[in-house]
Structures are given as C-alpha cells and as structure tokens.
C-alpha cells in the first residue's frame, strides 16, 4: 500500500541493494555457468586427446612388438641351420687340418729317417738315403724279417 509519503533513503538504498544483489547474484550464476561449460569443454577435449594419445602409443608399441618377435622368429628358423653349418664346418676344418699335420709330421720324420716316399703310377715306393739308412736281415722272435738300420741314432 502507498501512502502520499516519499520513500526515505534507506528504503531506497534497500531496494537499490536488492536489484545489485540480484544483479550480482545473476551474474554470478551466469558466470559459474559459463565456466562449468567451459571447463566441461576442457575436460571433454583433453579426455579426447588423452584417449588419443594413448590409442596411438598402443598401435605403435603393438606394431613394434610384432616387428621385433617377426624378427626374433625369423632368427630363430634361420638359427639352427646357421649353427648346424658353423659345426659342420669347424668338423671339416679340424678334419683337414688334423690330416694336413699328420702328412706334415710323418713327411718330416721319414725324411729324418732317411726315408724318401715315392708314388708313381698307383705304387707307392720307399727309397733309403745310404748314409743314415741300411736294409738289412733281423730276427725278432726267432724268425728272419726285413728291417731298416737308421745310422747316427
């Protein structure tokens, strides 16, 4: 109800408070709105990126693995064989060095005996060197046998 008197000022500065507070208190709600909205946005891009992310190191480490066990299984089927070979051939190279040494060995020591190995047409012959070798005529167990004296030994 009005009555004919003026509003006195603290009626006034009351009202006048009433309307910022609203003000205030609507632009507050505004402005928490707009930031939730905002927020949500952020929140929603990083998720996005986040799950971006994490897609692309899983796709990349997963391919990686399937490089490196490819790798690993083609090593593997290759492996034995390599190793079988690498046998095989260190059997072969001791074999021929085993034999190279042998023929070495028993050259020299003919030689040293006086004892020169001759092989001509599909015989094989021994030659003594008169000065460190003799034939002769021994007896070993009571029976003749034909044995080579070596000189200066």
């Not at 408070?17 to 928490?32: C, F, G, K, P, W």
Request: glycine content about 4%; proline content about 3%; overall charge neutral.
């Amino acid at each position: 109800m009005k009555t004919g008197k003026p509003p006195r000022l603290s009626e006034k500065l009351n009202s006048d408070l009433d309307v910022i507070r609203q003000e205030h208190t609507a632009l507050m709600n505004s402005q928490l709105e707009n930031f939730r909205i905002d927020f949500s946005g952020i929140a929603t891009s990083a998720l996005n990126t986040i799950e971006t992310d994490i897609r692309y190191f899983l796709n990349d480490s997963r391919s990686e693995l399937q490089r490196r066990s490819e790798t690993i299984r083609r090593r593997l089927t290759i492996s034995p064989w390599v190793i079988a070979g690498l046998i095989m051939a260190w059997i072969a190279s001791t074999m021929v060095v085993s034999w190279l040494w042998i023929v070495l060995l028993t050259r020299l020591e003919m030689t040293e005996l006086g004892l020169t190995r001759i092989e001509q047409a599909g015989q094989i012959w021994l030659t003594l060197d008169p000065e460190q070798a003799v034939l002769k005529t021994c007896t070993i167990a009571g029976m003749p046998i034909i044995c080579i004296e070596i000189k200066g030994q």
